[in-house]
């Protein structure tokens, strides 16, 4: 019945038949299918559900005691609470049975957004980015988040790597240790804000639904910050879709989001390519196949990035 997932993601299958029925229930009809989309290193249930009544609904799911039940409950809370109109799919609930939590999404329809310069995607991706971050985060937002501690702003790595360089770092590098140290150590400061902030923005966090156009998903580390840094997140993945440093730092210092807080938007990208070279360097994680090559490839990217607002060049 379900097509095979990626290596280490749990299948509908896995899933306690208690909480398959109590699904099944909720959504009014028995799954006649499971297809785990590709994209995420996560190991948990991501599956997108066809009912027997032909409608379709996507459904997050894991054990209780798998810390990813908590950044799940996260998510549901989250997009309740986003302003009508945020790029977002709508919750349909949450079900709890056999110590397993799932949360059900509405389906989205269609891939990944292409990234690539000879896509429109990057240019609405940025245009939802700046309706997203130009007024402050509602209230009721606010108080969802206020509890969890923001991810981004406890980014951090190259003070790691000043500390006890590896011995695969470039020369080149090495020897700009303390300078990315200092940039990185300006962030804490400039980490808090009033903005709705994603948290986690790549194209595999977003689908390009047929009717809603690109729509971002995987709101489990969404918080409240400074509205640059979804876009400046977003930044090195355009790189990898196969931008110039050079047009993207020329976009950065444009875009709404990102023009008016240039130290901000540096240290923030300081701290999240240390994050990328030093996390890329852990070992592997059992579950999550594919991680530390991305983040390899990314941390380029984003120290290309930065050099290029540093030098020009
Ligand atoms: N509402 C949705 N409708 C259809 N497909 C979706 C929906 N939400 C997410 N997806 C797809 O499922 C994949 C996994 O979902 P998601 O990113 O939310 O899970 P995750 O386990 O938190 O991921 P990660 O591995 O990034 O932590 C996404 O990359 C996307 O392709
Ligand atoms: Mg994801």
């Known amino acids: 019945m379900s097509s095979l ?53 996507f459904v997050k799911a894991a054990p209780d005691d798998d810390p990813l039940t908590d950044a799940n409950v996260h998510e549901a809370t989250v997009l309740d609470v986003l302003p009508p109109g945020a790029p977002a799919p709508k919750l349909l609930g949450i079900h709890r049975a056999a110590g397993w939590t799932a949360v059900v999404i509405a389906h989205l329809d269609g891939p990944h957004p292409d990234l690539s310069p000879a896509s429109g995607d990057g240019g609405q991706t940025w245009a939802l980015l700046d309706k997203l971050t130009s007024s402050p985060a509602p209230t009721a937002y606010t108080a969802a988040v206020v509890g969890t501690p923001s991810g981004a702003a406890g980014l951090h790595g190259w003070d790691v790597l000043l500390a006890n360089p590896p011995g695969d770092l470039g020369l080149v590098v090495r020897h700009r240790l ?24 790549r ?23 400074p509205a640059c840094i979804d876009a400046a997140s977003l930044a090195p993945q355009l790189i990898l879709a196969g931008h110039t440093p050079a047009d993207i730092a020329r976009l950065l210092q444009d ?34 196949p594919g991680l530390r090559a991305y983040q390899h490839r990314a941390a380029a990217a984003g120290l290309a990035l930065l050099d290029y607002r540093l030098t020009g060049r």
Do not use: Y
Request: aromatic share 6%; net charge neutral.
């Open 5 to 57: 997932p990626p290596v280490g993601r749990l299948r509908w299958t896995d899933v306690p038949t208690p909480l398959r029925t109590r699904l099944e229930t909720a959504l009014g009809s028995s799954v006649v299918d499971a297809v785990t989309p590709a994209g995420g290193f996560g190991h948990q249930l991501a599956a997108a559900l066809t009912l027997a009544s032909g409608r379709r609904a």
């Open 178 to 201: 303390h300078e990315l140290a200092e940039l990185e150590a300006a962030w804490p400061a400039l980490a808090h804000g009033d903005r709705i902030v994603h948290g986690d923005l």
């Open 203 to 225: 194209a595999d966090n977003m689908v390009r639904d047929h009717h809603l156009g690109v729509t971002f998903v995987d709101w489990a580390h969404a918080t409240t910050g």
């Open 255 to 288: 875009h709404p989001a990102t023009a008016n807080s240039p130290e901000t938007t540096t240290a923030f990208l300081a701290a999240l390519t240390g994050h990328w070279h030093r996390n890329a360097r852990k070992p592997a994680p059992p579950r999550a």
